[in-house]
């Protein structure tokens, strides 16, 4: 099925196209002139959309892209002998802000499982420093007069037929916006913002997801200030300031920041509307103001929200696609070996874990019990990489985990279902299901492509069949669903990776008697049907007796003992510090 397909998809593509035709057609060329500039700031707008209503990160400073591709689009076309040359040379004027925004992403998030402020700050910061290059390195840039008497494009000029190039630039930037926002790459785009951590336990680096995203968006403020310096003639140091960052972000906010006509719609209409009051209004700040609180307040969306009922409706005429087979996960090995070594685990001068030794050699389910802070959750942070070893060793498989991330452990066959349900609140259960398809199996090229939406696996299948409201709730947000739905949900998208060594924690907490068998008897099955082997931490005895073969008992952030069920609960130490207990 192809990403156009759907009346969802190409209705507002056709009525955008038809609207900026009609300018001209109904208006004169100098009409046409003004949209063309509020359309560039448009384009730059998408690129913020992209980054902070699709990703979850909001940066500060994206005028920076837009000047640094004016100020060489109008560099190039003025010390260009043959003006013609400037096709040649202008995608130095998109790439480099593109190259820029990508390295200073994989830069700032490299090695982090969260945005946080800092980015914003960081990209605020980088702004303030290009209007301030912009306005000291005179014999370069023109200084605070700017750099002015730049040409038109050779036989484009500005007041009529640059229109037409600015009108086919903005629908081809909207509909690949659109085309990756359909595609894999888009729905691990909305997973990053929704809960990122969560994302990192599938395998996904999320900080190259981010970095492609902002360099994507560097990209569309590089594209949209090439065409600006041939628009205006003229460039000058606020096109990189602090104002024009500010105010982009207010029109995605106002227009919709989390879709391209919705930044269209905010750049045009709040653009448009502040250059008309500024004219006319000496209070104009206040009323653009007061509208921007407005729609914030009442429509969190932004103004294109109104019409996402008609689309939602639109996108349930679209037929239902057919299933194409995932690539198959490796098989067993025969070294599957998780071995802790004197490991030891500090917070704040507190000791979590003190010299825990522990080796799982055999497959199966393996309990993991003991007291409350025992330091059950702590070996499972310490063996995911979000608790770092202050002495001892992690080995899996032979390899020694130090150093890795979250997501290069996950890639290394280790799934993780967390006490609390970690789900994805605004993606739908089919959109959880997909990206749970995609972890191990999904590199490179497979999240560009459509096929990749449609995989299925035998066990996606057979989980189907057993959790019926998996189907039913299909196109439902998981943010919807009960509180055990949620876990077994969860449970789910922890076996659906297929991973080798499954780390178990309380599947079970909050779920009903009935709830509970179910819960237990996919894990049952699904450690059988996979033959991998699973460390579960669980208080109900009757749970860690149905599954457990072997159980280890954890006192102090240390081993106390391990056997079978029957021989701990006979052994005095055991009984001393734990009495467990069972629904």
Not at 33 to 46: A, D, E, K, P, R
Not at 49 to 61: D, E, I, K
Not at 149 to 176: K, N
Not at 328 to 356: A, C, K, N, S, Y
Request: proline share 5%; glycine share 10%; net charge positive.
């Amino acid at each position: 099925m192809a990403w156009w397909r759907g009346p969802d998809v190409w209705l507002p593509w056709c009525l955008l196209a038809a609207a900026l035709v009609a300018v001209p057609v109904l208006g004169d060329d100098y009409l046409a002139y003004q949209l063309g500039l509020y359309l560039l700031y448009g384009l730059v707008t998408q690129g913020i959309a992209l980054t902070w209503g699709r990703c979850g990160f909001l940066p500060l400073g994206q005028a920076l892209f837009f000047g640094l591709g004016a100020y060489v689009s109008g560099a190039v076309l003025k010390g260009s002998e043959h003006q013609a040359l400037w096709w040649a040379a202008w995608p130095l004027a998109v790439l480099g802000p593109a190259v820029l925004a990508w390295a200073l992403a994989r830069v700032l998030f490299a090695r982090r499982f969260e945005s946080g402020p800092f980015f914003s700050l960081i990209t605020l910061a980088l702004g303030m420093l290009g209007f301030q290059i912009a306005s000291q390195w005179s014999s370069v840039t023109g200084g605070f007069n700017g750099l002015g008497g730049i040409p038109d494009l050779p036989g484009l000029d500005r007041y009529a037929r640059l229109y037409w190039l600015i009108v086919g630039v903005v629908l081809l930037a909207t509909a690949a916006w659109v085309a990756l926002d359909r595609l894999p790459i888009g729905t691990l785009w909305r997973a990053t913002a929704e809960q990122e951590n969560r994302l990192q336990f599938f395998g996904f680096a999320t900080d190259r997801l981010k970095a492609l995203a902002f360099g994507l968006s560097g990209a569309l403020g590089g594209l949209a200030g090439a065409l600006y310096a041939p628009h205006q003639g003229l460039v000058t140091p606020p096109v990189m300031g602090f104002q024009l960052s500010a105010e982009l972000v207010i029109w995605a906010a106002v227009g919709g920041r989390s879709s391209p006509y919705g930044a269209l719609l905010g750049a045009v209409g709040i653009g448009w509307l502040s250059a008309t009051l500024r004219q006319e209004f000496v209070y104009w700040e206040v009323i653009v103001a007061l509208l921007f609180i407005a729609v914030v307040l009442r429509f969190p969306g932004g103004a294109v929200s109104l019409a996402a009922p008609l689309w939602r409706r639109l996108a349930r005429r679209s037929a239902s696609p057919r299933a194409v087979p995932a690539p198959t996960r490796p098989g067993p090995r025969d070294d599957e070996v998780l071995v802790f070594e004197g490991v030891r685990v500090v917070q704040h001068g507190v000791t979590i874990l003190d010299g825990l030794d522990l080796r799982v050699a055999t497959r199966g389910v393996h309990g993991l019990i003991g007291p409350n802070g025992a330091g059950k959750t702590s070996t499972f942070n310490a063996l995911t990489a979000r608790l770092p070893l202050a002495a001892g060793r992690i080995r899996w498989c032979g390899e020694d985990l130090a150093g890795l991330t979250a997501d290069a452990i996950a890639r290394r066959g280790v799934g993780r279902k967390f006490q609390i349900p970690s789900i994805f609140p605004a993606l739908t259960v089919a959109e959880h299901l997909r990206i749970a398809t995609w972890a191990q199996r999904a590199h490179g090229m497979d999240l560009l492509r459509m096929r990749t939406q449609h995989w299925r696996t035998p066990l996606r299948d057979a989980v189907e069949a057993e959790l019926p409201f998996l189907v039913e709730a299909s196109g439902r947000p998981a943010g919807e669903l009960s509180q055990g739905q949620r876990q077994m949900l969860e449970l789910v998208l922890t076996l659906l990776p297929e991973p080798r060594l499954l780390l178990l924690d309380e599947p079970c907490a909050g779920l009903s008697t009935h709830e509970t068998a179910q819960q237990l008897a996919l894990i049952a099955t699904a450690v059988a049907r996979l033959q991998t082997t699973a460390l579960l931490i669980e208080h109900d005895f009757s749970a860690v007796e149905r599954l457990a073969t072997q159980v280890h008992v954890l006192h102090q952030g240390r081993l106390l003992a391990s056997g079978t069920l029957a021989q701990l609960q006979a052994d005095a130490a055991v009984q001393a510090v734990y009495a467990g207990g069972r629904k």
